[in-house]
């Protein structure tokens, strides 16, 4: 994905979201990977536990250094938008159906969206730092009733920023997803 011609800081994508799952990973670092080794296999594991606790499933968001995950509402291709700002977006949260903001380390300068295992798009190039990232969610009441076909959309607002925990802004009814 290239930056579009509107924008050159907007990012558009249609990504897998393999387990209900999209990552935005720092380009060299963000979430361990596996070498067949046990000790490896027992720092992802440990890694995955701390994105994906239950705090995390409860917002849709997991953290964890240098990596956030997205939890989808549907297990298929759902169109993202990844945006970079200089400053936090002044925009009308109503509009979504559940926001969250958290923070995402990038040292590299680098972000990558990936979606299942290696599977990566073209990554996005930031000026080095800490970033707050507002997630928001839109059309996850659109879902038919086996969660296949659906109108769901996402969209990520990265900005320089301090870091902190990540806080629920406007929460949608978690039974409906």
């Given at each position: 994905m290239q930056p579009s011609q509107a924008n050159p800081n907007r990012y558009d994508y249609e990504v897998f979201a393999d387990y209900h799952q999209i990552m935005l990973e720092d380009c060299a670092g963000g979430m361990p990977r596996g070498d067949g080794t046990e000790?490896?296999?027992?720092?992802v594991n440990e890694a995955i536990s701390l994105l994906l606790d239950a705090q995390a499933f409860a917002r849709h968001v997991g953290d964890y250094p240098g990596a956030l995950c997205i939890l989808t509402a549907r297990n298929m291709d759902v169109p993202l938008t990844v945006e970079v700002y200089t400053a936090a977006p002044q925009?009308?949260?109503?509009?979504?159906?559940?926001?969250?903001?958290?923070?995402?380390?990038?040292p590299s300068g680098c972000v990558q969206v990936s979606a299942g295992v290696n599977e990566y798009a073209p990554e996005i190039r930031l000026a080095a730092g800490t970033y707050r990232a507002?997630?928001?969610?839109?059309?996850?009441?659109?879902l038919s009733a086996d969660g296949m076909d659906g109108s769901d959309h996402y969209r990520v607002v990265l900005w320089p920023g301090a870091a902190g925990d990540p806080v629920v802004l406007r929460a949608a009814d978690s039974d409906a997803w």
């Open positions: 000790k490896r296999s027992e720092e925009d009308d949260l109503t509009v979504w159906d559940h926001v969250v903001e958290a923070s995402l380390d990038v507002r997630v928001y969610f839109g059309g996850v009441y659109t």
